[in-house]
């Protein structure tokens, strides 16, 4: 079975972005994969989160986990400093990460110039602590969206460059997949882009979020003054809406609102009814097993437990060889 290895940065509440386009996924692979997925604390500490806010963070991200069907005992599931030895396997790679190549990384870019007082040293070496998460396990398969490829590609490069280096063949080259043909991008409520945290609670609906929080933010989302001849293209914010429905509602619902839009007789006002109550009945178990889930702190503590144990087994065995190849060997 080809290992899969996954991390989400430990943002607290997950939107229905992080469940369509990854964590339903994820369930579906626990069976045809030896699966890892874990929550990226220490990736987190990038951005300096308060002691209080990275706990609660990291554990709404585990209930999460664990009441969208992740299944302890089928996939490892753990929090990533609960593995320290990814930060002894972090210390060998940056030996062989190159400055030049850091800098050119996208992510790191974009984020030198969203932020450029915090342009630490941690944000740089974050795409080795990435390769090291995957490489620690010999994952050869990780579920990631484009925004992500490069970090891959660059996982490939540093455990090819350690192979060479040491006239091994030690490390698998991983690569991101898929698991659906179809990437599902969801789309944000305020009118543009992709469902994420940084448009702001008003144009994410959570998993946790209340029938009446979810009416309300539908509700408000961007729309338009309404088309004014037959057929015409939407624009953005409608489309967004339309993509929406057509992965939470049927596809004859779909095809009423689009032929009502194509007719310009369209009224927003049922169309985002529509659609709320369509989220709704979709995120309706998830959002009970949330609930569940929070009320038994042994069931979560249990799981993470068992993930901590399984993971460090299979990082403990990485670091042995790892040491061995390097010739760090124990002189007493
Ligand atoms: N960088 C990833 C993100 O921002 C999170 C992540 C950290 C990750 N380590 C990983 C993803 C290892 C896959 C594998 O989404």
Request: with cysteine; glycine share 6%; hydrophobic share 35%.
């Amino acid at each position: 079975m080809e290992t899969v290895v996954s991390g989400i940065r430990s943002t607290g509440k997950l939107h229905l972005g992080n469940y369509y386009g990854a964590l339903s996924n994820f369930v579906k692979m626990q069976d045809s994969y030896n699966c890892f997925f874990f929550i990226a604390d220490w990736h987190s500490l990038t951005t300096h989160p308060t002691p209080e806010n990275l706990q609660s963070t990291v554990k709404q991200v585990v209930i999460e986990y664990l009441a969208a069907g992740i299944d302890p005992e089928k996939s490892c599931i753990y929090v990533q400093s609960d593995v320290p030895e990814v930060s002894e396997l972090y210390l060998y790679m940056n030996m062989n990460a190159y400055l030049g190549e850091l800098e050119r990384a996208a992510a790191f870019k974009d984020k030198v110039r969203a932020n450029p007082d915090n342009v630490n040293a941690g944000l740089l070496t974050y795409p080795v602590l990435m390769a090291c998460d995957i490489l620690l396990h010999h994952a050869t398969k990780v579920p990631v969206g484009k925004d992500q490829e490069q970090h891959i590609e660059m996982t490939r490069t540093f455990g090819n460059r350690f192979n060479r280096l040491y006239s091994v063949d030690y490390f698998k080259e991983p690569f991101a997949f898929s698991s659906s043909e179809k990437l599902v991008k969801i789309p944000s409520l305020d009118g543009s882009g992709k469902m994420g945290k940084s448009n702001g609670d008003a144009a994410c609906v959570y998993l946790s979020d209340s029938e009446e929080v979810i009416r309300k933010k539908v509700m408000r989302a961007k729309t338009d003054s309404g088309p004014e001849t037959p057929n015409q293209e939407k624009p953005e914010a409608i489309e967004n809406l339309f993509d929406l429905m057509r992965i939470v509602s049927t596809a004859d619902t779909v095809d009423h609102f689009d032929s009502l839009y194509n007719k310009c007789e369209i009224r927003y006002g049922d169309f985002k009814k529509q659609l709320a109550e369509d989220i709704i009945i979709a995120t309706k178990d998830i959002r009970e097993r949330i609930k569940e889930v929070s009320a038994d702190e042994e069931y979560v503590q249990k799981a993470l437990k068992l993930g901590a144990e399984k993971a460090r087994e299979s990082a403990q065995k990485t670091i042995r060889e790892v040491r061995e190849i390097i010739g760090l060997k124990r002189l007493y």
